[in-house]
């Protein structure tokens, strides 16, 4: 039988064995992290079963995970490879903000899954749809467990996941750089344009010969950003809408109207703008050019005129407004009437 003082010592023996565990595998996912450019750690299920399933709990890290599927990428209405982008945006932040603080990058590790490589994890998480992020604190013991992100938090894309981060783990993500739109080289390349182009720009101007003193390129440019305004394009741009997509029961078919006020597709869009664009067009007619004609049966057949198409523009709006929406929209007539 064993001694107190040797019971203790093979005690110390063993806390100082899982340590040297803990930081090799810390050490390991560190060294993993460096060789990806954006810091986002590839995971299989082997690589899970070593880091997650097979250790003991608490671990000395929490793990961030994004589940992928390559076939899937060509699903617009999935946004997985805007979605991916942002969660490698999301890592790369991470680390450009922590790296003079090595305890926090080694408190957090951002990965990734993939479907046909891990199909096991996909199981052993629940997951049976995506978009889907998880993060695996050190104290979760079951994967099913873990912490899911709401598919809703998508919409804000990677600061939606940062706030979802620092609310479970109060580890800082900090602000989420994004590269610039333009780079230094193209930015130097049309500022040499402009400066080549300049005298030639200023006598143009001087002149009155620019695209900018033609009174058609002021009408059409207005008529396009009233029908960019109501076509409701800045929507679809932000949210990357599809301007159509397949029948699920018919693939050989497409949906250019969805029913349901949680989505609107890109061709719903224009066909709306379209018809407010009509209706806009009209009332410009009427109320800067129609005024001017002193034949009074031509005003009055072209004010019929607009009133009567005007009148069929709104009410496909209205219809279109009450399929989608479920909510009928009815006029109201006085009881006197």
């Not at 664009?277 to 009209?282: A, E, F, K, R, S």
Request: some cysteine.
């Amino acid at each position: 039988m064993l001694s107190p003082a040797a019971l203790i010592f093979l005690f110390l023996l063993l806390c100082r064995a899982a340590a040297d565990s803990d930081s090799d595998l810390t050490a390991e996912l560190l060294a993993l992290q460096s060789r990806s450019q954006s810091g986002v750690i590839h995971l299989d299920d082997h690589s899970i079963s070593r880091f997650l399933t097979s250790q003991k709990t608490p671990r000395p890290y929490s793990i961030l995970i994004f589940f992928d599927a390559e076939q899937l990428h060509d699903k617009p209405e999935l946004h997985l490879t805007a979605l991916k982008k942002e969660f490698a945006l999301l890592s790369s932040s991470f680390i450009a903000n922590n790296q003079d603080n090595p305890i926090a990058r080694s408190k957090l590790f951002f990965c990734e899954i993939e479907f046909k490589q891990s199909q096991s994890s996909f199981a052993l998480f629940g997951v049976n749809s995506l978009p889907h992020i998880r993060l695996v604190g050190p104290h979760v013991r079951s994967l099913k467990e873990s912490d899911q992100m709401d598919q809703g938090d998508f919409s804000r894309l990677a600061e939606s996941m940062a706030e979802f981060i620092e609310s479970r783990t109060k580890i800082s993500v900090g602000p989420i750089t994004r590269p610039p739109i333009v780079s230094k080289m193209q930015i130097m390349f049309i500022v040499a344009i402009l400066l080549v182009w300049s005298p030639f720009m200023i006598k143009r101007v001087w002149a009155g010969e620019t695209l900018l003193h033609d009174k058609k390129v002021w009408l059409f440019g207005a008529v396009f950003v009233y029908f960019f305004s109501v076509a409701g394009t800045m929507h679809n741009i932000i949210r990357k809408m599809p301007m159509f997509l397949a029948d699920r029961n018919d693939p050989s078919k497409l949906v250019f109207f969805y029913q349901g006020s949680g989505m609107q597709l890109g061709a719903e869009g224009f066909a709306v703008g379209f018809l407010y664009t009509i209706v806009g067009v009209l009332m410009a007619l009427v109320t800067h050019l129609l005024v001017k004609v002193r034949n009074l049966a031509v005003q009055r057949v072209v004010m019929i005129l607009a009133l009567l198409i005007s009148f069929w523009a709104v009410k496909k709006v209205v219809y279109l407004d009450n399929w989608k929406t479920g909510y009928g929209v009815h006029a109201f007539w006085p009881s006197s009437w």
